[in-house]
């Protein structure tokens, strides 16, 4: 007989402002939908020797923005991890911090919506043999194994809920097999923004440049929409220009060009800054020219000798305080 994890084996999510964090796994391969209406295909992935096949429930496949939730899960638990506390599959959350990380509306339609997301979180399930840390294994899960409303107030609004990751999602997090994701993710609010800047994160990281064919884009977005109407969308998004930390170019030969946006010149001994370094600067410095404030403090690292530093991200968060006061 199954019992329920005593409550001493849940961990709470009390982390304000933890950064957002994506597992590899689910960035690389697309396992949500991007369908605005219920997705009840099945679907099969197989590319380099990885096979993925996403089954999902009556009430469709977990969606893009539904990944809201595990990533507030994850980013949770990556900044307990990375402060030394012990973490647990097992997971309290309250519902109203959880929509305030993710920017949306805490109306109570936003209640009923993320309710949604966790009944298709649960209902789709995932077959791969997928490698997580140093695993490598062939399974079938749940993007989460449960979920449960543990209380209401009068007006039916979630307070509480308590979330069971699978065994593969929390193991991905043990293994740190996450990125840093930008906190401006969550303002993209169309699903193909959504999955193109994940691939651009997973792909381009702090890489000055990145290409893909138009259809192998296609493929890894998991779009089911036909190539030309794909291509015709991706033109849009470069139009538009409104991906966090990179920009899209269209090249001869059907290729899509990812940049890193506005990348300071190299430095001698100084490498590029990773993407949390960044993201906790626009904390620091919220309206302010992150890339500016990072040439400033190059030029002024260059001018001050060059003294050997063990930590230049550190050194330039603790610049930055000092140029805020000023």
Not at 76 to 99: E, K, V, W, Y
Not at 129 to 135: A, E, F, P, R
Not at 235 to 248: H, V
Request: charged content about 25%; glycine content about 8%.
């Amino acid at each position: 007989m199954t019992t329920a994890p005593a409550m001493r084996d849940f961990f709470v999510c009390d982390i304000f402002d933890a950064a957002p964090k994506g597992d590899l796994g689910s960035m690389e391969h697309p396992f949500f939908s991007l369908s605005t209406r219920p997705d009840r295909i099945i679907r099969h992935y197989h590319h380099k020797g990885t096979e993925v096949t996403v089954t999902p429930s009556v009430r469709g496949r977990a969606t893009i923005h539904d990944k809201d939730i595990l990533i507030y899960c994850i980013s949770q638990l990556m900044a307990a991890l990375n402060a030394g506390r012990a973490i647990s599959r097992h997971l309290t959350l309250t519902a109203h911090d959880l929509l305030v990380a993710t920017r949306r509306d805490t109306g109570g339609d936003s209640y009923t919506r993320l309710r949604e997301g966790f009944e298709r979180l649960a209902g789709t399930r995932i077959t791969t043999n997928l490698v997580t840390g140093d695993l490598e294994t062939t399974t079938g899960f749940g993007l989460i194994e449960s979920w449960e409303i543990v209380r209401k107030t009068r007006g039916g609004r979630m307070v509480s809920v308590s979330v069971t990751l699978s065994d593969w999602l929390f193991r991905a997090v043990q293994a740190k097999s996450v990125l840093t994701l930008s906190r401006d993710y969550f303002a993209l609010r169309k699903p193909l923004e959504r999955r193109v800047y994940e691939l651009a994160r997973k792909h381009c990281g702090n890489q000055r440049e990145w290409r893909i064919s138009v259809a192998t884009l296609h493929t890894k977005a998991g779009s089911d929409a036909p190539v030309r109407v794909f291509r015709a969308a991706i033109r849009r998004m470069i139009l538009a220009d409104t991906l966090p930390d990179y920009e899209l170019m269209e090249e001869e030969g059907d290729i899509i060009r990812v940049t890193r946006r506005r990348l300071v010149d190299d430095t001698p001994g100084l490498p590029p800054f990773d993407a949390e370094t960044l993201d906790q600067a626009r904390q620091m410095a919220p309206g302010w020219d992150i890339y500016a404030l990072e040439a400033e403090w190059r030029a002024f690292w260059v001018t001050s000798g060059r003294q050997p530093l063990r930590s230049p991200g550190k050194a330039f968060l603790g610049w930055l305080r000092g140029r805020i006061t000023r």
